[in-house]
């Protein structure tokens, strides 16, 4: 299969383009557990946004490289944070909602037309877990340890956290996740809604995941993230989504897309029946 790599600026950030359509983004910082830096952020910025609109593109697996996911900020922004070098928090030409670069950095994947799958091998913690919550589906190993920890800090969740938990858990777990900092394991956190499956090797299961996802229908798998997207949005309504549905519908039924799916489909029930 070919395959086309991309190292971000700062090389944090490697992202592989398969022929299949799966863009494989990975946190390349193994020997720092893939901890956060505002290099890092401006790598995923910079990927992120390179993968918006590219036709080409149909799902994204989003990994660390190494045996972890995200270990969340690295200690040495905390010590920039005391002696006022730290430049996380700061206004940058606007990127759908949100200015600040630590959250760019997450919302980026927000903003990508097609699903982003998450696979959380050994750690997402503090900023690490709330990257993953950018995903549209996580993955994570059944003992992997997360953890919105910021409160340990003295500080919040600000990397778009306390806006992305609360939809996933609900309100009071989310409240309760955030003050708390208490780390969960994987299968806790599948029982809290904050991943959807759990897999030994989470990172290859994202990536199997998005190849499934990818030899789908590209129109309605974006349109599958705008509408439930929207079915969380406040300031959409039932109608507003209702309407978008028929939108869809009707650009769906007929389409190039829909009908090599359709023929893919009954073939594979053919091959079934022997």
Known sequence: ????????????????????????????????????????????VEAGTALRGRAEVRAVALTGTGRGFCSG??????????????????????????????????YVW???????????DTVAMGGGLQLALAADIRVAQPNAKLSMMEINWGLVPDMCGTQLL???????????????GRTVLG?????????????????????????????????????????TNLAVDPSATLETGFAREQDAIGELIGGAEQERVVARRMAQLKARKG
Do not use: C, W
Request: avoid cysteine; charged fraction near 20%; charge should be negative.
């Open 1 to 44: 299969m070919s395959e086309q790599s991309t190292t971000a600026t700062h090389g944090t950030v490697v992202t592989t383009l398969r022929e299949d359509g799966v863009a494989h983004v990975r946190l390349n910082r193994p020997e720092r557990l893939n901890s956060l830096t505002a290099e890092v952020f401006a790598d995923l």
């Open 73 to 106: 900020l690295d200690m040495g922004e905390f010590s920039k944070m005391v002696d006022g070098t730290a430049h996380l928090v700061q206004d940058l030409a606007p990127l759908g909602p949100v200015k600040a670069l630590a959250q760019q950095a997450v």
């Open 110 to 120: 927000q903003l990508l037309e097609v699903p982003v799958v998450a696979g959380i």
């Open 166 to 180: 609360p939809p996933l858990v609900g309100l009071g777990r989310a409240k309760h996740l955030i003050m708390t």
């Open 187 to 227: 299968s806790e956190a599948l029982s809290l809604g904050l991943v959807e499956e759990l897999a030994e090797q989470a990172a290859q299961r994202a990536l199997e995941l998005a190849g499934e996802l990818a030899a789908g229908s590209r129109p309605a798998l974006v349109y599958a993230k705008e509408l």
